[in-house]
């Protein structure tokens, strides 16, 4: 667990980072959380619902892809989500600051921080 709360620390230190998590899209349960903004159970639930209705979409389109990232943008924060290649039932969940970040900086950080996780 270590490993997973030094990564969403480390994931947070973006330009304009609020909020991080990694979420097990199965259940929607949080498995590790930093920052703060807003309550990660709920948009960890939330999000799910998101990576799942993408999901069941790709595969009524008979697509053979994965997910990169998805990005949610609101009028005032950046929403990533990002599964992990090692095991996309999981994914990553930052939130930005939108005046204050770097969205493609941002994007790079987080495919970073999903090579650490280890299970």
Do not use: C, W
Not at 30 to 50: P, Y
Not at 94 to 115: F, Q
Request: net charge negative.
């Amino acid at each position: 667990m270590s490993n997973i709360t030094e990564s969403l620390n480390e994931l947070i230190t973006v330009d304009g980072g609020m909020a991080a998590a990694l979420v097990d899209s199965e259940s929607g349960l949080l498995l590790g959380a930093a920052g703060s903004g807003l309550d990660l159970e709920i948009a960890s639930a939330g999000n799910t619902e998101v990576v799942r209705a993408k999901l069941r979409t790709m595969k009524s389109l008979g697509l053979d892809d994965s997910i990169d990232d998805i990005l949610v943008t609101l009028s005032t924060q950046y929403h990533i989500i990002r599964p992990l290649a090692s095991n996309p039932a999981v994914f990553l969940y930052l939130v930005l600051n939108r005046a204050k970040s770097n969205l493609a900086l941002a994007r790079l950080k987080a495919k970073e921080t999903e090579g650490k996780i280890q299970f």
